[in-house]
């Protein structure tokens, strides 16, 4: 089966820290993503990854970045954390099954910028 | 403007009852997927469509690719409260996949 894993299931920071959210896949999957998800707004997209040392923007890169110096993990960080940043972060690896590209999902880190 | 647009955004039926939700679109997307996700979780892959017209069954779920593959449905037979989560489409057309925002069902015992 598929794993992927997030570092932190719940996070509490506080306004102006620098925060590392780590995800880590085990299947050798080429690309990797960024999700944030809010109540209303759906899944949305920050950032994602095709390739080692690669990133694209997503839909809502502002006041993020990444770093993926390393096949199976992609990290997501918060320069300076605001309250805005609140919500649950998702971490998702997608690999070409046939035509398709299967998505397959962290459990998640609900952040709390206090 | 939302590319994916999900209905009901909530259900809450009694169990045992069937129900309909609906993912629409005005973009053709090359394949159209379905994830469930549970409280405090990830969403779960439940099933993938390709084919215009395509139906997949999965034990009491049954899914559908509209013909010109711009919308897709997912139906529950006899609904169980283990069926409760938010189930999301998401359409892929040019990597990455793009989410609807989600139907939220409740299915009390």
């Known amino acids: 089966d598929v794993k992927v894993t997030q570092s932190s299931r719940y996070l509490v920071k506080r306004t102006g820290e620098k925060v590392f959210l780590e995800c880590v896949q085990d299947?050798?999957?080429?690309?990797m993503f960024w999700y944030r998800q809010d109540p209303g707004l759906g899944l949305r997209l920050i950032y994602f990854?095709?390739?080692?040392?690669?990133?694209e923007k997503g839909d809502i890169p502002e006041g993020y970045s990444v770093s993926r110096e390393k096949k199976e993990r992609f990290s997501l960080i918060l320069e300076s954390a605001s309250t805005n940043q609140t919500s649950m972060y998702l971490c998702?690896?997608?690999?070409?099954?046939?035509?398709?590209?299967?998505?397959?999902f962290g459990p998640g880190t609900r952040l709390t910028v206090t | 403007t939302q590319l994916l647009e999900q209905s009901p955004q909530f259900l809450s039926i009694q169990e045992g009852e069937n129900l309909t939700v609906y993912c629409n679109s005005s973009?053709?997307?090359?394949?159209l997927q379905w994830y469930r996700q549970e409280p405090g979780e990830g969403p779960v892959l439940l099933v993938t469509?390709?084919?215009?017209?395509e139906v997949k069954k999965l034990k009491r779920l049954t899914f559908q690719f509209g013909d010109a593959r711009k919308d897709s449905s997912l139906h529950i037979t006899a609904a169980q409260p283990g069926d409760t989560g938010l189930y999301l489409c998401?359409?892929?057309?040019?990597?990455?996949?793009?989410f609807g925002k989600g139907t939220r069902l409740s299915v009390i015992a």
């Open positions: 998702a690896s997608s690999i070409l099954q046939g035509n398709t590209y299967e998505q397959y």
């Open positions: 299947m050798d999957h080429e690309n």
């Open positions: 990854s095709y390739d080692v040392k690669m990133k």
């Open positions: 973009s053709v997307f090359s394949s």
């Open positions: 469509v390709v084919t215009g017209g």
């Open positions: 998401a359409g892929e057309r040019n990597t990455p996949l793009v």
